[in-house]
């Protein structure tokens, strides 16, 4: 059976595999799991924290990657991606958020919209996708 849509939630939770058509050629085909895993991050963490606002030289390590960080009436809030979950990723936030007024953190697995827009830039630059793409 064959599902299109634009509404990637509904892929996640419907299908097997994912095809991505551009230009009128299969760009991706492969399973669900592995499309995900194109990302290069395995979930995005949101900290919210009150006080200073850390520097993203805090956030320079090996598993977690300062995505952006903002600041608003004294309270900073800051976007993290994790590379992979491991016993690594969790020293590395602890020692990121030594001393920080930590007030909220929010932990997202990575979605597929995530993957999407990332391929999309790719495609959009005409950037080779690569031949791990297709899985069949």
Same mark, same amino acid.
């Given at each position: 059976? +064959?599902?299109?849509?634009?509404? %990637?939630?509904?892929?996640?939770? +419907?299908?097997?595999?994912? %095809?991505?058509?551009?230009?009128?050629?299969?760009? #991706?085909?492969?399973?669900?799991?592995?499309?995900?895993?194109?990302?290069? $991050?395995?979930?995005?963490?949101?900290?919210?924290?009150?006080?200073?606002?850390?520097?993203?030289?805090?956030?320079?390590?090996?598993?977690?990657?300062?995505?952006?960080?903002?600041?608003?009436?004294?309270?900073?809030?800051?976007?993290?991606?994790?590379?992979?979950?491991?016993?690594?990723? $969790?020293?590395?936030?602890?020692?990121?958020?030594?001393?920080?007024?930590?007030?909220?953190?929010?932990?997202?697995?990575?979605?597929?919209?995530?993957?999407?827009?990332? %391929?999309?830039?790719?495609?959009?630059?005409?950037?080779? #996708?690569?031949?791990?793409?297709?899985?069949?």
């Amino acid at each position: 059976m +064959l599902l299109t849509s634009h509404y %990637l939630l509904d892929i996640e939770r +419907l299908a097997d595999r994912v %095809l991505v058509l551009a230009d009128g050629c299969v760009q #991706v085909d492969m399973g669900v799991a592995k499309f995900a895993g194109l990302a290069g $991050f395995a979930a995005t963490v949101t900290v919210r924290g009150r006080g200073p606002t850390p520097g993203p030289e805090r956030f320079v390590a090996e598993d977690v990657v300062m995505d952006a960080i903002t600041e608003k009436d004294g309270l900073w809030t800051a976007r993290l991606r994790v590379r992979d979950w491991g016993t690594g990723a $969790f020293g590395e936030l602890g020692r990121a958020l030594t001393g920080a007024d930590v007030i909220d953190v929010d932990v997202a697995p990575v979605r597929l919209e995530d993957v999407y827009a990332h %391929l999309t830039e790719q495609l959009t630059a005409d950037v080779p #996708v690569a031949a791990e793409a297709h899985d069949r």
